[in-house]
């Protein structure tokens, strides 16, 4: 990773698969959550054929401790992080 990520630069950051099929989960509806797991770390689920967590810790806008149970090889190619990062994207605009 380049940068830290954030809302502002995760459609730049990330892969064009990633963002391609986390866009369709999160148009689905399939993204539930948040749920503060402890202050400022929070899970998110995917539910697809299979359900996903996505974790994370959030610093004012920086994502830092990104975790998928998935387990990707590479987190910025995460489709399920991709779709957490519409929501909370849209969220943010509301």
């Given at each position: 990773?380049?940068e830290p990520?954030?809302?502002?630069?995760f459609?730049t950051?990330?892969?064009e698969a990633?963002?391609?099929?986390?866009?369709l989960?999160?148009?689905?509806?399939?993204?539930?959550?948040p749920?503060?797991?402890?202050?400022?770390?929070y899970?998110?689920?995917?539910h697809?054929v299979?359900?996903?967590?996505?974790?994370?810790?959030r610093?004012?806008d920086t994502?830092?401790?990104l975790?998928?149970?998935?387990?990707?090889?590479?987190?910025?190619n995460?489709?399920h992080?991709?779709a957490v990062?519409?929501?909370?994207?849209?969220?943010e605009?509301?």
């Amino acid at each position: 990773m380049d940068e830290p990520l954030t809302l502002e630069n995760f459609r730049t950051e990330m892969s064009e698969a990633a963002l391609g099929r986390g866009y369709l989960y999160f148009k689905n509806g399939w993204v539930k959550g948040p749920r503060e797991m402890l202050p400022e770390y929070y899970e998110y689920t995917v539910h697809e054929v299979n359900t996903h967590a996505v974790t994370f810790s959030r610093d004012e806008d920086t994502f830092t401790d990104l975790f998928c149970t998935c387990d990707p090889d590479d987190i910025l190619n995460c489709r399920h992080l991709a779709a957490v990062m519409y929501m909370m994207g849209e969220e943010e605009i509301d």
